[in-house]
């Protein structure tokens, strides 16, 4: 119990590290694309907004003959602020103003500027800026402004050999950024949300097959020192009880020699099928799948069953018909045999019955290894296939078991993708039915 959820606080912290940097991953993410996004929309907006005053700036250098000075130039871009007959110019946006500065840096057309002159007149002409795109403020109000130098060859009088500010108000576009801003930011933070709800519930489910993985290990690994303690301790105490009595002859204590001896085979069995056991987990059995039928993977690998079941006064009985081709490794299945076999020698009684019989069911072969011995309880059936899982520990420790063999069973059905279950043998004894798949060709 202590053991459990000291485990599920290590998974629980390994769970939150992952979601801190899956959290700050995200958020790198979302923070460079957002500003990344930001920043293309800023710039294009300032691109148009640059395109406008260029367009401006080409309308005044190359202002066209005119032929009448009197005669209000409709390319003139302060007309139509100041003069609605004229046809304002298609080019000139409608938050553009012009100043127009002499040499000395008066302003010459205050009268074309109108109410907007009160704003305006704070600005003064700097010389050295011709030419460089600024962004003025103004009175709070935001400008994109170009100064240029008009040659005096220009037909414009108003123009020609003065200095021209364009300044462009951009409020607007501003205002559109700053919503843009807000937007994107809000937006943004909310599909971080979002990413982080779905990466939290992915995280766990990806996680459940680790952790459980994770958990069985721990368990396999603490059963199995559990039982490795105990044959050791047995061996332990035998030895120092024999170093007390180091005049005694080998024969008085033949009976400590022999206990020792025989938990030396248990732990060397045990030790055996651990290695099988975690052998398969990780994968690194080489099995030699060739193409067989059950006269030779069956009938050849239990022959000599015969004589040692018979020898215990119990009655083996073999009946194999059917001769399908599997593809299967022949020392698994010969493994597996003999861990039937034992087992249905072990719980069987004296004058019982072993039988092993095959049939064809569908697309499976199956052989049932069944006996009249003691059966196994439903609540068992499928516990047993666990590892370490025993119905009875004190007699079964006196059969030399661990819990392993059907484990063990198990586990070499499922790389053949075939089944292993139990069922009742009427009246009494269990019938261990293994499946596996028939080869088609
Ligand atoms: P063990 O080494 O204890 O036999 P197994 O994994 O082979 O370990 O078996 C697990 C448990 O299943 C056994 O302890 C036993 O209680 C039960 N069992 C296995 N085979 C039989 C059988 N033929 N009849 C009755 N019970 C059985």
Do not use: C
């Amino acid at each position: 119990m202590k053991l459990k959820s000291k485990q599920s606080k290590i998974t629980r912290r390994q769970q939150f590290k992952l979601f801190l940097s899956i959290m700050a991953a995200f958020a790198v993410l979302f923070l460079t694309l957002g500003l990344i996004i930001f920043n293309l929309f800023q710039s294009s907006t300032y691109k148009s907004i640059d395109k406008d005053i260029r367009n401006q700036v080409v309308s005044i250098q190359k202002q066209p003959n005119m032929k009448k000075q009197v005669e209000p130039d409709p390319h003139d871009p302060n007309n139509h602020f100041n003069n609605n007959v004229n046809k304002p110019n298609p080019k000139a946006p409608f938050q553009a103003s012009i100043l127009v500065f002499n040499k000395k840096g008066k302003l010459l057309n205050k009268s074309s500027l109108g109410n907007r002159y009160s704003v305006l007149k704070n600005i003064n002409l700097n010389k050295n800026n011709v030419n460089l795109k600024q962004t003025l403020v103004v009175n709070n109000m935001n400008f994109r402004s170009i100064l240029i130098k008009v040659s005096k060859k220009n037909n414009n009088p108003m123009y020609a050999g003065n200095y021209v500010l364009i300044m462009q108000n951009i409020d607007t576009q501003i205002q559109a950024i700053e919503n843009f801003e807000r937007i994107l930011i809000i937006t943004f933070f909310l599909f971080w949300v979002i990413a982080l709800v779905i990466s939290y519930f992915l995280a766990r489910i990806n996680m459940l097959p680790i952790i459980k993985s994770w958990q069985q290990q721990t368990e396999f690994v603490n059963d199995a020192a559990h039982e490795l303690r105990t044959p050791l301790t047995i061996i332990q105490g035998k030895l120092e009880y024999m170093l007390t009595k180091p005049n005694k002859k080998i024969i008085d204590e033949a009976e400590a020699i022999s206990v020792s001896l025989d938990e030396v085979n248990r732990l060397n069995s045990l030790t055996n099928n651990l290695l099988v056991l975690a052998r398969s987990d990780s994968a690194t059995t080489n099995l030699k799948f060739e193409l067989t039928k059950p006269e030779f993977f069956l009938k050849d690998p239990i022959v000599p069953f015969k004589d040692i079941i018979n020898s215990q006064s119990k009655v083996f009985q073999i009946n194999l018909n059917d001769n399908p081709t599997l593809n299967l490794d022949r020392d698994k299945i010969k493994q597996l045999l003999i861990i039937l076999l034992d087992n249905a020698t072990k719980y069987t009684p004296k004058n019982g019955t072993i039988k092993i019989y095959d049939q064809v069911e569908g697309s499976k072969y199956q052989f049932i290894v069944s006996d009249t011995g003691v059966g196994v309880a439903d609540s068992d059936k499928r516990k047993i296939f666990g590892r370490f899982y025993r119905v009875d520990k004190s007699r079964n420790t006196n059969s030399g078991g661990h819990g392993l063999g059907l484990a063990i069973a198990q586990q070499i059905v499922n790389v053949h993708h075939g089944n292993i279950f139990v069922r009742d043998n009427l009246p009494h004894g269990s019938e261990f039915v293994v499946e596996l798949p028939i080869k088609h060709h």
